[in-house]
């Protein structure tokens, strides 16, 4: 079964660009959540998406948005990019809600804001 | 606040050497707590899952230990290999399932 997968693999942008990325969870998973990792912050939770709902969004500003859609896909806009944008985004995904469920991560986008 | 924490940042061990890996967090009311590995340049790969509920979690030569009380979890890995090497994260899930707090993880090195 095809795993989480995640386009573009590596983005080059410059300042005040915007930014969107894309993931398509794996095959019947409805929970999608978003995650941004820097060499300095490490890995930090931006939000989470479960049958088109926004249902949880980290501590991060206005400028990061995302939406999924009816087919499960997930997308994530970054705007005005700012240098301390670069970084690993991850997407991972979940069947359901369940706490005991462990979620699947895609590879990732690499950002790189010049 | 509720934060993860790893210690030590990496570590260097010859191969066949048995190994723990220490994970720490600040709020002991926590969902679950699961490990994962990342290899350089990729996603992360999940390795155990611990419920709340559950003391410990074990697959092949890895196993993993739930401390609620003392806020600890501790990563076994048996008869290490160099294809262990890879960084090992620990993240806790508090008010949500699927929000993840990360530790900054152990880079282990296995040297053949």
């Known amino acids: ?114 | 606040k509720q934060e993860v924490t790893q210690i030590p940042a990496a570590l260097s061990v010859p191969e066949g050497e048995n190994l723990v890996l220490n994970c720490s967090f600040t709020d002991s009311a926590i969902y679950n707590l699961q490990w994962f590995r990342q290899d350089p340049g990729k996603g992360l790969t999940s390795l155990l899952l611990i419920q709340s509920s559950q003391r410990e979690q074990t697959s092949g030569r890895l196993n993993a230990s739930l401390d609620k009380s003392s806020g600890r979890s501790t990563l076994y890995i048996a008869a290490s290999q160099p294809g262990d090497s890879a960084t090992y994260l620990c993240a806790v899930s508090w008010g949500s399932a699927r929000q993840l707090t990360f530790g900054s993880g152990t880079q282990l090195t296995v040297l053949p």
């Open chain 1, 1 to 114: 079964k095809a795993g989480v997968t995640q386009t573009p693999r590596y983005l080059i942008k410059t300042r005040g660009q915007q930014v969107t990325l894309s993931c398509s969870p794996i095959s019947g998973h409805r929970s999608v959540s978003w995650y941004q990792q820097t060499p300095g912050q490490g890995l930090q939770f931006l939000f989470e998406y479960f049958s088109e709902t926004q249902r949880n969004k980290g501590n991060f500003p206005g400028r990061f948005s995302g939406r999924q859609f009816s087919n499960s896909r997930s997308e994530m806009n970054v705007s005005t990019l700012e240098l301390g944008d670069s970084a690993l985004y991850l997407c991972a995904s979940a069947k359901f809600l369940a706490d005991q469920e462990t979620q699947y991560f895609g590879p990732g986008t690499r950002l790189l804001v010049l």
